[in-house]
């Protein structure tokens, strides 16, 4: 099996084609001028690529990536301890950056526009700042919430890219290129058939093809057809559009118990047994896209298209 793909420049990554553009002028005027690129902030839903952009970003500079996630930086100290590895240009991707505590968020303020921070070294009367200087570097910060950013912190990225969820014609291309290197023989029909059931998201793309990949080996076929698709897509529980059985318990929870919603979060949560944080990231994106639930300022709602999937799920499992 061939290394795993993953793209090292923006001709390789497919998909986004106006952030790629607007990058390209970006990362052109940054080498011409022999400057640090702006810091950037990258929004948008998971698994759209906002973490291999990052990457894709330090290949084009020929620079080298410092990667954290938020979650890891519980104090001012544990950033400066990482800002104190940057080199000139070099760029510092801090994963999830909308769950950095406010402390931090401070910190980054003058590291950000001025290069330098403060760090108070002892305690007390006897305690006193210490100022590190840092070199031009570049913040790039990837967030699937970025209405939980400060505003004064979210005012110092000077690049914003929203990540917009992906075309059927990028999926299939994406898993074309994956099944190449995984060494899966998948011809572009089936690629294309496949594209509908991947949520519109490269990295469901990506586990859905390894999964399949499974099956495959599993019962010895070699070429993947579209009845061994459809067998093993119905075998993993995943209905049109990448609609899976977690989906179909949130329409049916909002559908049944609530009588079309509103629901608030908080309810859904508890009562699917998952995590806020898990609904609004991984499935309301989606949901919404797809125009299956609406959010309103009572909860969400199940919409006509949704109740029509929940019906159809219904006829099909009966028969």
């Known amino acids: 099996m061939k290394e795993f793909f993953k793209p090292k420049s923006l001709d390789e990554f497919i998909g986004q ?72 240009k070099e760029i510092l991707f801090i994963d999830e950056i909308h769950r950095l505590p406010r402390s931090c968020e401070e910190l980054l303020y003058t590291a950000m526009e001025d290069f330098y921070v403060d760090i108070i070294v002892g305690e007390g009367v006897t305690a006193k700042t210490i100022r590190m200087q840092l070199p031009k570097f570049t913040l790039i910060g990837a967030t699937t919430r970025a209405g939980y950013i400060s505003n004064p912190f979210y005012s110092r990225f000077g690049i914003e890219m929203k990540f917009q969820f992906y075309e059927k014609e990028e999926i299939k291309k994406i898993l074309l290129k994956v099944a190449e290197h995984l060494n899966i023989e998948l011809q572009e029909e089936e690629a294309e058939f496949l594209a509908d059931y991947c949520r519109m998201t490269p990295r469901e793309a990506i586990r859905l093809l390894k999964r ?47 009588h079309g919603g509103p629901v608030g979060i908080r309810t859904l949560s508890s009562l699917l047994d998952e995590e806020e944080k898990t609904l609004l990231e991984n499935y309301e994106p989606f949901l919404l896209k797809m125009g299956l639930i609406e959010k309103t300022s009572r909860g969400r709602i199940i919409t006509p298209r949704g109740i029509e999937i929940l019906k159809t799920e219904e006829n099909y499992a009966s028969k």
């Open 17 to 88: 084609k106006i952030i790629k553009e607007r990058l390209k002028v970006m990362i052109d005027s940054s080498k011409k001028r022999d400057q640090a690129l702006d810091h950037i902030l990258l929004t948008g839903a998971p698994g759209l690529g906002k973490t291999t952009l990052a990457n894709v970003i330090a290949n084009e500079l020929g620079v080298k990536l410092h990667a954290v996630s938020a979650p890891m930086l519980t104090k001012p100290g544990d950033v400066a301890k990482i800002l104190s590895f940057l080199e000139e």
């Open 212 to 258: 399949i990949y499974d099956y495959a080996v599993v019962s010895n076929v070699k070429k993947i057809h579209k009845d061994f698709l459809k067998k093993t897509l119905d075998q993993l529980g995943i209905s049109l559009m990448g609609i899976n059985e977690f989906d179909k318990k949130i329409l049916n929870l909002i559908y049944t118990r609530y």
